[in-house]
């Protein structure tokens, strides 16, 4: 079984200022990494992924993750955030050898004027 | 191309009665899920459909709740007697086969059940 904890559920920013989401997750078997993010009153959007080879993924909207397999991490980052990029994020573990997700309990990052 | 659609996008019911919620997935993805969301907390798994069989339903809470997926095409979900405690979002997504690299799974916006 797996778990995924997001450390934080709420991160209120300053635009143009950097953000870090932070993400831990637990597994005894491979698992393959996602960021979704939730923009008010849309459906879940893929941000980014890791599948395997070079740990530092980048994303859309200017996102990076890192994934670090001796801490179980898989930290969001963005230099320079938006107003636009106020939403939910989700991070998310899936089998390698299997389909179901496995999410986090959400950030809401608003970003600030 | 249309992206998954999911209807009725919010429905309020009484306690005791029936909804069904219906997810049409993109087209030609032959993989088909349904995951929740309560109160706020994580995103859970329910089922997993390929075409029109389910693959893996352990996630399904209890018996009141009911899944189809006439033909391989769309996919609906009945709650039958509901309960307070079935109020939620209820996500659907779909992917194409999941070999190496096709791994994203695209959601729909998700219908808003609340139960009275």
């Known amino acids: 079984a797996q778990s995924v904890t997001q450390l934080d559920s709420q991160v209120p920013v300053f635009e143009e200022a950097p953000v870090e989401l932070r993400c831990n997750y637990s597994?005894?078997?491979?698992?393959?990494l996602f960021w979704y993010v939730q923009y008010p009153n849309q459906g879940l959007q893929l941000l980014l992924k890791?599948?395997?080879?070079?740990?530092l993924v980048k994303g859309i909207n200017g996102f990076e993750a890192e994934f670090n397999k001796s801490q179980t991490s898989f930290h969001l980052r963005k230099p320079s955030v938006h107003i636009s990029d106020t939403a939910e994020y989700f991070c998310?573990?899936?089998?390698?050898?299997?389909?179901?997700?496995?999410f986090g309990e959400g950030t809401q990052l608003t970003v600030n004027p | 191309e249309a992206g998954v659609t999911q209807f009725p996008s919010h429905s309020v019911i009484e306690k005791g009665q029936t909804v069904t919620l219906r997810c049409d997935p993109i087209?030609?993805?032959?993989?088909l899920y349904w995951y929740r969301r309560v109160m706020g907390k994580e995103i859970k798994f329910l089922l997993h459909?390929?075409?029109?069989?389910?693959?893996?339903e352990s996630g399904m809470p209890n018996n009141r709740f009911l899944a189809e997926r006439t033909g391989g095409t769309y996919s609906t979900l009945k709650v039958q007697p509901a309960e307070l405690e079935d109020s939620g979002v209820y996500f659907c997504?779909?992917?194409?086969?999941?070999?190496?690299?096709?791994?994203?799974?695209?959601f729909g916006e998700g219908s808003r059940l609340t139960v009275l």
């Open positions: 997504a779909s992917s194409l086969s999941l070999g190496r690299g096709r791994r994203e799974l695209f």
């Open positions: 597994s005894s078997v491979s698992v393959y």
């Open positions: 890791y599948l395997s080879g070079s740990t």
């Open positions: 998310a573990v899936q089998e390698t050898s299997g389909s179901r997700l496995t």
């Open positions: 087209s030609g993805h032959d993989n």
């Open positions: 459909f390929v075409k029109e069989s389910k693959q893996d």
